[in-house]
């Protein structure tokens, strides 16, 4: 792989029109303020990260987690791009690196729009709704395939669908992103036929013509597969959305645990200051003394170790690059960053396995988000395979248009509705489920 073809502006769907233009904003900026101003990243705002929806504390929700992700995507691709610069110094296209940033920034916006509600519990939920629910009797009508996009249910693979499908009335390409920010979001360049243990695919089969003409188009290596399924190496940006995704959330995660008394201070700070060797743990710690307030005592260490993370992630992505761009480098970009940086990130990594993401609040989401998806795609997979029924009818008239809940064939039924439910925000579809099961009816005297 090389960089000239794999940073490319050819949009999605609009492939005819292309037409490179020149002016303030580049094709990669565009992608960026055409998310920023879509009703899905809108929607983001009530959606959980992973803790409730915030009462008297603000706590990330899934719009600023992504915002967070989309500056330190920013900060670290544009970082590589300077190292990078000297080596490609004689290349005519050099100039073409200045777009990382752009380029990460917008996929590190679009990474999470495939998100059900209530955070990872709802891909969970609906998965287990076809492997372990009342799903289960759909196995032997859809293929192995389209079976296993089901029972693995992705929010990337999701992502990917959101972006480049052609809902009812919309144009052609779907949000006609440029071929460079849609890679980038693929953080599993594979169908479902090879999702193993951990439930991971980057695109359901409905859309692996489009991302194989994606990948195809940027000359981005094709893996060999014996049992004929379709993978490919990763794209080389997808590494930088990915670093920064995981530095956001490790961090924000416990600021915000924190925050809501679920971890003390009296933890916390010894767990951050693992971050730093002896000499910069003096003078960070001096800083912090000049301080009462304990949140910006944590807040400051946060700051300080995006900003080693950031540095030590450059550095890993510059040295590792042949490997990357052959294709072979294998885990990400964190695995491959020297100590302390990586000690004090695999502590915090045990700290909220242990204590955040056990937490008796997060797990009450868990339970409840997993009640609510379980009826809701009960009721409405009801209606699309039985749609002459009246209850039906009277559901299916409440579904937005722009899902096609007529589709000819059984999987775009079903598809139809995880395309309704994934875009529900946590607070409509608990709306739902309290209509549909008569808990919040009007009623005038």
Known sequence: MNWDSLISDKRFGLEHYHDPRRGVRSEFRRDFDRLVFSSPFRRLQNKTQVFPLPGSIFVHNRLTHSIEVASVGRSLASEIALRLAPKYKNEPWLDKLDAM???????CLAHDLGNPPFGHSGEKAIAAFFSEGEGRKFADKLTPQQWADLTNFEGNANAFRLLTHRFNGRREGGFAMTYSTLASIVKYPFDSSLAGSKGKFGFFASEQEDFIKIFDTLNISRLPD??????????????????????????MDIEDAHKLKILSTEQVIPLLLTYFNAERRRRIVSRMDTVDDPNEKVAYLRSCIIDALVKSCAESFVIH??????????GSLLDHISSPEIDGYRACESLSWDKIYSAPDVVEIELAGTRIINFLLGELVKAVTCPDLHYSRLLLSKVPQQYEVQAPDLYGKIQAVLDHISGMTDVYALDLYRRLNGMSLKINN
Do not use: H, K, M, W
């Open 101 to 107: 940033g752009d380029i990460v920034a917008a996929a």
């Open 226 to 251: 014996d049992n004929g399924a379709v993978r490919y190496a990763r794209y080389p940006l997808v590494y930088i959305v990915e670093a920064a995704d995981d530095i956001c959330y490790e961090i």
């Open 321 to 330: 690059e042949e490997e990357i761009l052959a294709g072979s480098l294998t």
